[in-house]
């Protein structure tokens, strides 16, 4: 099979995506990406709660990023839209780096003497940076993927995409971990956090590499009204296309109320007293319980009955956080963990899937702007909330909470939904954009 594109790959063609050459570099960048980003997020998790022993210095991790993210969303897509997306991923990479690059120094051991409390206000400064990046990311990324595979092989490339994103999530954290935990029993005198920055600037120094392999994505939007109009356009069309609304709202309430993940740091030092090993094991679990679900369906699709299973995978979802909740045996934990990444993949695949279906070319960077504000940032908005309500509830309370709140939320989405949504992908089609209802 050649990587021009022009050979159509087979039907039940499992490697189907990866025929094309630069859906292969796609996949490489969004691998070493993610490894550092999650490896990242770990690794400042524990370190910040290891600095305080404040839940709400957890949670505001958290909101650092989101305000950003939510914040300028909508002008990311406009602009991803707009410009050609190879140079823009070459800005955002770079200035992710630059962020990391400057956490790497005033972790540094040698800081510590002249850290008067304001080491911990520069690292929110630095992930409220990448809040921006991640701003314009995600739609660049996303008009990347639609072009560089054609839309017959959307699902396949969405099944390996989604499973390089969560095979990282699982190396990331789990490298994070051990690192923290054993680099100085190596290296005398090497810190944790140190050993972690240093692997991550040289990850995201490879997918800097990558990006600039890529070939160029000029843009395929050129505007002709004002940039107010022409995001009013990308809300209208989310809003009156019911199937990707409810799919994004959904997903929205149940990140919202049922992530755990800001939780973990608390769980690892002061439930199940694992230390920074056990939480990059306990990281690792759900994603490991997502890359193998979806490897799964590679060759199994959830799509015979999207919507269906789609509402069962987030009803899991919530059940596994109770689960999680309720277990305070550290093997226990960890299965609910699993089982909650394993019923989120199927979530993320359906989702996926029906977006890249529905949204035409020409709209592509702000119908993902969208998608960011209501699901990109919903990780960082339930982990303020994950914060905050262990804080006033105390942690096994708020996680409880939280997956009764998701279960709740499947519900009134099924009766809202039950006569709305097409059953079969057949059904789905990419609609006309129409003009914004004034």
Known sequence: MSDDGNSQPQKKDSFAALRYKDFRAYLGMRFFFTFAYQMQT???????YQLTHSKVAIAFIGLSEAIPAVGI??????????????????????????????????????????????????????????????????????????????????????????????????????????LYGFSGKIIPGLSGITANFSVILIFLFIALVLVYRLRKYPAVF???????????????????????????????????FGGVVALL??????????????????????SLGAALTMLAMVRFSPMNRPWRNLLIAVAGFGVSIIGFGLSNIFYVSLLFLFLQGAFDSVS????GTIMQLLTPDQMRGRVSAVNSMFIGSSNEIGDFESGMAAKILGTTPAVLFGGCMTLLVVTVTYFKTKNLIPSSLEDIHSPEVTPPVN
């Not at 770990?42 to 370190?47: N, S």
């Open 265 to 286: 740091p608390v769980y690892a030092l002061d439930i199940l007293k694992v230390g920074s090993e056990g939480l990059g094991v306990m990281r690792m679990a759900s």
């Open 73 to 178: 969303a909508l002008y990311g897509g406009y602009i991803a839209d707009k410009y050609e997306k190879r140079k823009m991923l070459l800005f955002i990479f770079g200035g992710v780096f630059l962020s990391s690059l400057v956490m790497f120094t005033f972790t540094l051991n040698s800081m510590k003497a002249y850290d008067n409390g304001w080491i911990l206000y520069i690292l929110y400064a630095m992930i409220f940076c990448n809040g921006i990046a991640r701003a314009f990311y995600g739609p660049a990324t996303f008009t990347v993927y639609a072009h560089s595979i054609p839309k017959e092989v959307y699902p396949n490339g969405s099944s390996w995409s989604s499973s390089a994103w969560q095979m990282a999530s699982i190396l990331g954290p789990l490298t994070g971990g051990f």
């Open 222 to 256: 050129i505007p002709k009204e004002s940039i107010w109009i022409s995001l009013k356009e990308g809300l209208h069309f989310v809003f009156n296309n019911k199937m990707m609304f409810y799919a994004m709202s959904l997903d929205l309430f149940s990140v919202f």
């Open 348 to 351: 993320v695949i359906i989702r």
């Open 42 to 48: 770990t690794v400042l998790g524990f370190y910040i």
